[in-house]
């Protein structure tokens, strides 16, 4: 199988992740649960795994790094503690519904900073033009349907000047491009564990610069007799018992990144890209969208069949062995920024362990498939 769904799970990841949960299964308790050896070997690697990802992503110290399910979790997180029913709430035209149902649900009003794809400058001046007088701005760092890179720095100075709150969505950055939280100014940080970073599914981690509302309450292994949640970071946000073969596979991911390097990393999969694109370049029967500029693209590509439907063509590419994805890819704010709401796109998301070859075969079927041959 050729697998280039990246962008929704890292199904090819290094051995070292499995080995890391394989061990920590057979060695390791729940940490702040005991003072034996397999919980305090599960407290040293929680807290390994906080400082490696505080230094990674300049989070102010390893406590205010806080495990998460998701970056779903982390985002609920962030804007349970930051918004109130009524507030206007300043987005890009490209957020996830892990954005978009946390602000419904909350009752708050969403602004969307309108841009075309690729067009950092216009997405500069449109939150520049709404963000005065709003309550809070959220940002995704890369779009997940069309990989466009965002000019999150710049909207994390525009916030700074008109004091609103910032929250980035880095669950297609973190882990492939540089996000250094001192510099973004953001008050939250969310990232999923399973994509970018090479970890498992089931992990995620909330950057927070300070207190946060818990949306969870419970044991925490620590002030036991105090029925409110702890109010010091990380125990105020993580209830119940920790995912600790998760974030023992996580540390190993996030090692392994940081090993390799994030400009080797990005190097590798915008070749991939661009090579996709070279192949795919002047089929009549395809749409590719797809930025002249390459600092303004991940190694993420949508195309859109003009004869044949996403769906039917990526059901048809996994029949053929190449795995990617198709539809709204939970993000229909992106697909209308797109103009391509009315049937979504096929995306292909590359990772560090894919091929050039194995990019030149998932072209030749594709345009085999659209050709009808």
């Known amino acids: 199988?050729?697998?280039?769904?990246?962008a929704a799970t890292s199904l090819l990841k290094p051995?070292?992740?499995?080995e890391a949960m394989e061990r920590a299964m057979r060695t390791m308790a729940s940490p702040g649960r005991g003072g034996h050896r397999p919980a305090m070997l599960a407290a040293d690697t929680a807290f390994r795994c906080r400082e490696e990802l505080a230094q990674f992503f300049n989070a102010p110290a390893p406590e205010n790094v806080v495990f998460t399910m998701?970056?779903?979790?982390?985002?609920?997180?962030?804007?349970?503690?930051?918004?109130e029913r009524g507030d206007?709430?300043?987005i890009s035209g490209y957020e996830h519904n892990a954005v978009t149902r946390p602000l419904h649900m909350l009752g708050a009003q969403t602004d969307v900073a309108h841009s075309p794809p690729f067009d950092r400058a216009a997405a500069l001046e449109a939150f520049r033009e709404r963000l005065p007088g709003a309550r809070c701005c959220v940002c995704t760092h890369v779009s997940n349907v069309l990989g466009a890179v965002l000019p999150v720095y710049e909207i994390g100075g525009l916030c700074a000047e008109y004091g609103v709150p910032f929250v980035v969505d880095a669950s297609q950055s973190a882990g492939v491009l540089e996000v250094d939280m001192g510099r973004l100014g953001a008050e939250f940080v969310a990232m999923p564990g399973h994509k970018g970073l090479l970890g498992p599914q089931g992990t995620g981690v909330l950057l927070c610069r300070g207190d946060a509302k818990p949306i969870m309450a419970g044991g925490t292994g620590s002030e036991s007799r105090n029925q409110n949640m702890p109010q010091t970071l990380p125990d105020a946000l993580e209830a119940g018992t920790h995912n600790?073969?998760?974030i023992a596979g996580l540390l190993a991911g996030t090692r392994w990144v940081r090993r390799r390097g994030l400009e080797a990393i990005e190097r590798h999969e915008r070749r991939l890209k661009d090579l996709m694109a070279e192949r795919l370049a002047?089929?009549?029967?395809?749409?590719?969208?797809?930025?002249?500029?390459?600092?303004?693209?991940?190694?993420v590509l949508s195309v859109r069949g003009l004869r044949m439907g996403s769906e039917e063509l990526a059901?048809?590419?996994?029949?053929?062995?190449?795995?990617v994805r198709a539809g709204l890819h939970c993000a229909p704010l992106s697909h209308m920024s797109a103009g391509t709401i009315e049937g979504g796109t096929v995306r292909f998301s590359f990772s560090p362990f894919n091929t050039p070859g194995e990019v030149a075969r998932a072209a030749e079927l594709l345009k085999k498939l659209v050709r009808g041959r």
Not at 282 to 294: I, K, T
């Open 1 to 6: 199988m050729i697998y280039l769904d990246s």
């Open 15 to 18: 051995r070292e992740v499995a």
């Open 70 to 83: 998701n970056a779903t979790h982390g985002l609920n997180i962030a804007l349970s503690t930051l918004v």
């Open 88 to 90: 206007r709430v300043v």
């Open 244 to 246: 600790i073969p998760g």
């Open 282 to 299: 002047g089929v009549p029967e395809l749409e590719l969208f797809v930025s002249d500029e390459s600092g303004e693209q991940s190694g």
């Open 315 to 323: 059901a048809a590419l996994g029949e053929r062995g190449v795995a």
